[in-house]
């Protein structure tokens, strides 16, 4: 997984998207990820339990929709 930013105009879509889809993660914790994509998804697959392409399947098609910057941090 790239490590890919969120613009920060674009991160409160994408995190009340997250937090619909992966109820167990708190906002303070996403919050905690700074908008990087490669944090959310250790976030989730360690909050959630889930399989790295489920994860990465889902984070696709939300980036695909919120566009994140392409820039590497």
Request: hydrophobic share 30%; aromatic share 6%; net charge positive.
């Amino acid at each position: 997984m790239m490590n890919t930013q969120i613009s920060k105009e674009k991160w409160p879509l994408l995190k009340a998207e997250l937090q619909k889809t992966w109820e167990d993660i708190s906002s303070e914790e996403l919050d905690m990820t700074h908008g990087s994509i490669k944090s959310i998804y250790g976030l989730v697959q360690q909050k959630c339990g889930l399989h790295e392409e489920e994860v990465k399947g889902v984070l696709t098609s939300l980036l695909k929709k919120y566009g994140p910057d392409k820039k590497k941090h």
